[in-house]
């Protein structure tokens, strides 16, 4: 029993050691193999593999170079490539990178741009990629949210990213859009509001202003009407009258025509009694 126990870890570490690439290939079974040996990188679970025989080093996934100084992205021990532990970086099968091969089949160069993003290839396709802002972040060996769509990615991961970023973009945005409408509602509401309220109330001000004035001016016409028909007011010539001061008095004036009398001043004569004794 012991034996046998032995015996399948033995088997599964065997298993694990084998490396493969993204289109599920053992990396020792293909024809430009030659003297390259692939090894993982952790020898607990999956994980990227690097050829020891060109002297490659594993780098948070990737495979330095340092007599080429390049990064290469090469084979997993997971044949699925399903593990996360699997760096999902052009692994396209429908990119070629000669007349036999696509980026699924091979070790494939990778450029690290000025902003820390990657692009597949060297020289003037990943210059151009990393212009364009095309580049992918890689994280602890794996690839994360990607700005756009580009073959330094596989199809399934650019789309997968794609898709997620803009799904939250909508969602965000609408309920960004709902959160603006609910909260401008009341505003608006209360807005209308007090705007008709201080409208009634000018409006209400004015018709009663308008109404005093016109009562006013009503009462200030007939006390005049009043006035003249008694002869305190109004009038020319004889009949003008003067205003006799500040308590509403008025004085009618004599007429031109009528006969003046003159007040005696001193004292007045004694008439003799008729009769005397």
């Known amino acids: 029993m012991y034996r046998e126990i032995l015996g399948l870890a033995y088997l599964a570490a065997i298993a694990s050691a084998q490396c493969y690439l993204p289109n599920g290939t053992n990396r ?11 090894k993982p990188c952790d020898g607990n679970g999956h994980s990227m593999c690097c050829n020891t025989y060109t002297g490659d080093v594993c780098r948070d996934g990737f495979c330095w170079n340092e007599s080429g100084r390049v990064l290469w992205r090469e084979s997993c021990t997971d044949p699925t490539w399903q593990s996360p532990k699997c760096l999902k970086l052009c692994i396209d099968s429908t990119i070629k990178v000669d007349a036999n091969r696509t980026q699924a089949q091979t070790d494939i160069v990778v450029t690290q741009c000025a902003d820390g993003t990657y692009c597949c290839g060297n020289a003037d396709p990943a210059r151009k990629c990393c212009q364009a802002g095309k580049g992918v972040r890689v994280v602890n060996g794996q690839v994360v949210a990607s700005s756009s769509t580009t073959s330094s990615a596989t199809a399934s991961v650019t789309t997968s990213a ?63 009407t009043e006035a003249t028909h008694l002869g305190l007011v109004g009038g020319s010539g004889s009949n003008a009258s003067v205003t006799g001061g500040g308590d509403g008095v008025y004085f009618k004036e004599m007429s031109a025509d009528q006969q003046r009398f003159e007040l005696y001043g001193g004292t007045p004569p004694v008439t003799p009694a008729p009769y005397l004794r």
């Open 28 to 38: 020792a079974s293909t024809s430009d193999v030659g003297k390259n040996t692939y």
């Open 162 to 224: 794609s898709t997620a970023d803009s799904s939250t973009s909508v969602e965000t945005t609408t309920a960004d859009t709902s959160a603006d409408t609910s909260d401008s509602s009341p505003d608006s509401n209360r807005a209308a509001i007090i705007g008709g309220a201080v409208g009634g109330t000018v409006g209400a001000l004015l018709l009663i202003g308008g109404i005093v004035a016109f009562m006013l001016h009503r009462r200030k016409q007939k006390t005049v």
